[in-house]
């Protein structure tokens, strides 16, 4: 699993598709070393002592669905 990315880690691209520091947005991820594209939504929940929380969502996706590697998987999570 990454923690961070960086120009020298053979990744295809990042970069945020959608992006309202007041709102969330959406980042793209594709690792292609790891076969995975990933999804992540973030989302501003109003409410609360301190102008509310941040909810993300996060899916992973084989970039090559055929292509057979030890992280060749498929995972979704919501967290809350």
């Not at 999804?39 to 084989?62: H, Q, Y």
């Amino acid at each position: 699993m990454r923690h961070a990315c960086d120009q020298g880690d053979g990744l295809e691209g990042y970069s945020w598709a959608e992006y309202d520091p007041r709102e969330g947005g959406v980042q793209v991820i594709k690792d292609t070393p790891n076969n995975v594209k990933l999804t992540t939504e973030f989302l501003k929940v109003p409410g609360g002592d301190f102008g509310g929380s941040w909810a993300a969502s996060i899916k992973g996706e084989p970039i090559n669905p055929g292509a057979r590697n030890a992280s060749n998987c498929a995972y979704s999570a919501d967290v809350h």
